[in-house]
């Protein structure tokens, strides 16, 4: 595997500089943003239902970001998906400069219009990769494209953790002023790296002008026959919905066993974008036949270390579930995404990608806005410990069933169009190797 290599393409390059910029600026943000409702407010569950706001755009709006994706240049989505963002986070911070504690209201406005400018980016990124290398070489990208990712984070929450954590103890105006700033800043320089991409339009024969409910019932209807892509989303609507409490119930045991600063947010994190780092790069070398169980199993091995932060007052076993956690998550989604980019044509990538992302997380509200009144009447420990089995169990889904399990990495050239698609989990028992026939029955 070798990164310099796919970074000689020019687009690939800078789609992938300008998602460096713009992540690095949302590691600075969302800790320091879901810190500062806990601050400001004094309640988790008000933790709670900003993360259910920042949710749900991606329900609401879903459908039409995939339908978008695949009507129009994907480069211009994200242009402007970058542009507003980073617009509406300088009008937060200029408000910030004279009302050091903002209100409730305006917190959760600021969540839900962030999160909705930004729900349109990630269904024309995910569409626009294939367009912009290779098809051998997209296993690589995705790799690289996670290492980046993560390696952002990571550099984000080192100078969270000890910078910034100082600004903080002399100063919570500035601290939130300058976080805010560093990600506004961020999005303004991705936007100058998506400005140089060619056009990214849509494979497509023809594009009907008024028809976008129709292309999302295409989408619909695509995803539906497809019983691996059935499976997955079920799948993921169990394990997001398990995830969505998370960040309440972490800000809730920093304050209950920890000393409650933000430094040690910023170095749990770390430790999970560092496993990240790590298993990102090493998952480009893999060769994966069978992205459904490597799925599967590594979700399943988040589960346990959610549940075991139950019973971890320490702050160093915290160190150590992040870092599991964090290798065991590039193994289950490179592979998958790479198999999902390949196995599905080009003109409904935005919409299965949107249609997925959108059944998914239609869960996650419900859970970030429960998380806080779950802690509050049952504790925190009960709180990771519901989360981890549920993960556990989501992943069971896809162990169960036989179809997705089995699904194989397709090894023909990516189709264009729906009539070239090879169906790449058939159930049909005679196209099946005797192997594949013994496995069906071994979870």
Known sequence: MNYSEILKIRAFRDLWLGQAIS?????????????????????????????????????????????????????????????????????????????????????????????SFRCFFMPAKSAAIPALVPEDKLLVANSLSMTTQNMMPLIG??????????????????????TIMLNAASFLGSAVYIYRLPKILPDRDKVEESAPMKDFKEGMAFVAKRRDLTVLIALLTVFRLM?????????????????????????????????????????????????GLWFSYG?????????????????????????????????ADIPINTYLQISVPDAFRG?????TSMIANGMMPLGAAVAGVFVARFGIAAGFLTMGIGMILACS?????????????????????????????PTDESVLTKAEKATTSVP
């Open 23 to 115: 992540q690095l600026g949302d590691a600075f943000y969302y800790v320091v943003f879901m810190f500062m409702v806990k601050k400001v407010t004094g309640s988790d569950a008000m933790v709670g239902y900003v993360a259910a706001l920042e949710f749900l755009p991606y329900l609401l709006l879903g459908p039409y970001t995939g339908v978008l994706a695949d009507r129009i240049d994907r480069r211009r989505i994200m242009l402007w998906s970058d542009l507003v963002s980073g617009g509406a986070l300088l009008v937060f911070a200029g408000v910030l400069l004279f009302q050091a504690t903002p209100p409730a209201w305006l917190l959760l406005t600021m969540a839900f219009l962030l999160s």
């Open 157 to 178: 929450l080192g100078v969270s953790a000890s910078v910034l954590g100082l600004l903080y103890a002399g100063s919570p105006k500035w601290f939130y002023f300058i």
């Open 243 to 291: 995830v969505a409490p998370f960040f309440v119930v972490y800000i809730a045991a920093n304050d209950a066993w920890f000393d409650g600063k933000p430094q040690n947010i910023s170095w749990w994190e770390f430790s999970f974008f560092s496993g990240m780092i790590i298993a990102s790069y090493f998952a480009g070398k893999l060769t994966v036949k069978r992205p």
């Open 299 to 331: 979700l399943a091995t988040v589960g346990v270390t959610v549940a075991a932060m139950a019973f971890s007052h320490n702050f160093w076993l915290f160190v150590l579930w992040n870092v599991i956690a964090g290798l065991a998550i590039p193994p």
């Open 351 to 355: 919409r299965v990608n949107a249609v």
């Open 397 to 425: 889904i896809g162990l169960i069933d036989p179809v997705f399990r089995n699904i194989r990495m397709p090894e023909t050239s990516q189709p264009s169009r729906e009539s070239d698609i090879i169906d790449p989990c």
